[in-house]
Nanobody
Framework: VQLQASGGGLVQPGGSLTLSCVAS????????MGWYRQAPGKQREFVAE?????????ADSVKGRFIISRDRDNDKNTLYLQMNSLKSEDTGVYYC????????WGQGTLVTVSS
């Protein structure tokens, strides 16, 4: 499985941004996909995910502000993260993760929330 994330950038506090992650390869084996982020000087943390059963879950810090969604076709899965009401503490590198029997990570896309 290969993951390609995109959509990061600079946004002002209170603004919105949508990230995308395209999964290709053995996508039929994927059990779940989600987003993680890593702020400067901090450990990587969970943001949101689709479970293998299709249910969604969110970190408390982003509930009510972020929405995870997905599109699936024969050749690829695309995962989205719509981020609203962004705060400075949302700044970080956002990574897409997928898993079957092992986990896969995308290269990350930088989100900077600053005025």
């Amino acid at each position: 499985v290969q993951l390609q994330a995109s959509g990061g950038g600079l946004v002002q506090p209170g603004g919105s941004l949508t990230l995308s992650c395209v999964a290709s390869g053995r996508i039929f084996s994927i059990n779940g996909m989600g987003w993680y982020r890593q702020a400067p000087g901090k450990q990587r943390e969970f943001v949101a995910e689709f479970s293998s059963g299709g249910t969604t879950s969110y970190a408390d810090s982003v509930k009510g502000r972020f929405i995870i969604s997905r599109d699936r076709d024969n050749d690829k899965n695309t995962l989205y993260l719509q981020m609203n009401s962004l705060k400075s503490e949302d700044t970080g590198v956002y990574y897409c993760r997928a898993h079957d029997t092992i986990e896969y990570w995308g290269q990350g896309t930088l989100v900077t929330v600053s005025s």
